[in-house]
């Protein structure tokens, strides 16, 4: 490992109600095996009018904060990473930087770029501390994100929405980054986007996976080169997971690229060897995702979440990979070495409790939230009671064009 830079402090947060996936496949008219098997998702996290990426990234950011011990005036550099800003001008991190009391000698900015936002926002860490400009400060950084795609589309069943919040330290107690095997992926494609006068994403149907699998191919290579037989050596490979069925499809390519032909289930023994692979070190740490939906660039971290949770002892010193890619499109492959310390603070980042206490909606309960966060942007005063939540922060509309915020 050549580096000594990677995440220190790690936590989760997301909406308080979900919808589950056989009620949606119900009022479909959709076989629920397709959203169950043939997407792999058990449910997804439904925001409500008053929980949006500001109050998701705060609650995030104040978990992996006090959960690991770490004050505010320790953090130096705050980044939010996030395609679902709420301004098109100010930055989501700069009411993040105020709630969360962190010193003004921060350097603060948002990064939008797809799913991949988050990830830029950790490798531009990693440099700032590596640069000796930190001078001993941590850098947080934040994903936040609400995944909509509208009532009735393709989309629909793969929604999601939460934050993940991890600092970023020299010696980190969670994940050592390797800053040798690193390799990025940018290419101009018209896959998924977002236009200004919409609240909903486009996909252009199965696109957006050719393209994420190219990128993987190109990410790959520029982190470790051509080929070569990684996957055997490895604790872990984790994927962005915008469906966990993706992460199935990504590393079938992983071993295609590393066999150097294309694999198909006629191919008896290759077969087995895929899924084999795919069952230890991939398919494992994909719960939350199942759980929570795409989370769009926090995706791949609450895999590590999900990972570091269950078998931090056992894969302490292992190396895992981690692939992140945002439509559009950009991509990074890299190693990281899971740290011995980081069995000591698995509660830390388990968010089981907060999941366990989330309310299942209906589906006509799912629509009409959908319909009023569509307004939630134009009203002046919401109550936070009427979706059933209490103790947290929350938006509460805009009055005279400027976002009101308040701890309930
Ligand atoms: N039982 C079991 N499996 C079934 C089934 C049944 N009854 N019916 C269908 N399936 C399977 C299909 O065979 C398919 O599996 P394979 O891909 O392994 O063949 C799977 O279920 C999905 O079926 P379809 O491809 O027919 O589904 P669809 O066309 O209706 O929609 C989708 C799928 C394109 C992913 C759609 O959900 C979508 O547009 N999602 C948003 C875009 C997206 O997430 N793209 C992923 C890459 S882009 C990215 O990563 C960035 C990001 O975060 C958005």
């Known amino acids: 490992m050549n580096s000594t830079v990677g995440i220190d402090a790690l936590a989760f947060a997301g909406p308080a109600a979900f919808v589950e996936m056989t009620d949606l496949a119900g009022a479909r008219g959709v076989d629920p095996a397709k959203y169950l098997k043939g997407l792999g998702q058990r449910r997804m996290a439904i925001a409500s009018p008053c929980e949006d990426p500001v109050t998701m990234a705060t609650e995030a950011a104040r978990r992996a904060m006090q959960g690991f ?173 915008p469906f966990v069925k993706m992460a199935f499809k990504a590393h079938q390519r992983e071993m295609e690229v590393e066999l150097g032909r294309s694999l198909s289930k006629d191919d008896n023994d290759a077969w087995r060897r895929l899924t084999d692979s795919y069952q230890r070190l991939t398919s494992p740490w994909l719960g939350l995702n199942a759980e929570i939906g795409n989370i769009y660039t926090g995706s791949l971290f609450l895999s590590l979440i999900d990972l570091l949770r269950q078998a931090a002892a056992t894969l302490s010193g292992h190396e895992i990979s981690m692939f992140s890619y945002g439509s559009g499109c950009g991509a990074t492959y890299s190693i990281g070495r899971i740290e011995e310390s980081a069995a000591e603070w698995r509660h830390a980042l388990d968010p089981a409790e907060q999941l366990a206490a989330r309310r299942r909606l209906t589906i006509a309960e799912y629509e009409d939230l959908i319909e009023q966060s569509e307004r939630a942007d134009t009203v002046e005063r919401l109550d936070p009671a009427q979706y059933g939540l209490a103790g947290g922060l929350y938006y509460l509309g805009t009055r005279d064009h400027v976002r009101q915020y308040a701890q309930g």
């Open 69 to 241: 011990g770490i004050e505010p005036e320790e953090i130096g550099t705050l980044i939010v990473g996030t395609e679902t800003g709420v301004d098109h001008s100010k930055p989501v991190a700069v009411y993040l930087h105020e709630l969360l009391g962190l010193d003004r000698r921060c350097r603060t900015f948002e990064t939008k770029h797809a799913c991949y936002g988050a990830s830029a926002g950790l490798t531009a860490s990693m440099d700032w501390i590596a640069s000796g400009r930190a001078r001993g400060r941590k850098a947080l950084v934040v994903a936040s994100d609400i995944a909509r795609y509208g009532v009735g589309t393709a989309g629909e069943p793969t929604q999601g929405a939460g934050a993940v919040a991890m600092v970023v330290a020299d010696k980190p107690r969670l994940l050592a980054l390797d800053s040798t095997r690193i390799g990025d992926y940018t290419r101009q494609v018209m896959d998924f986007w977002r236009p200004l006068y919409s609240k909903y994403a486009f996909a252009d149907g199965q696109y957006p996976i050719e393209c994420y699998l190219d990128a993987l191919r190109g990410a790959r290579e520029d982190a470790v080169g051509e080929g070569g037989a990684l996957l055997e050596n490895l604790g872990a490979c984790l994927y962005h997971v």
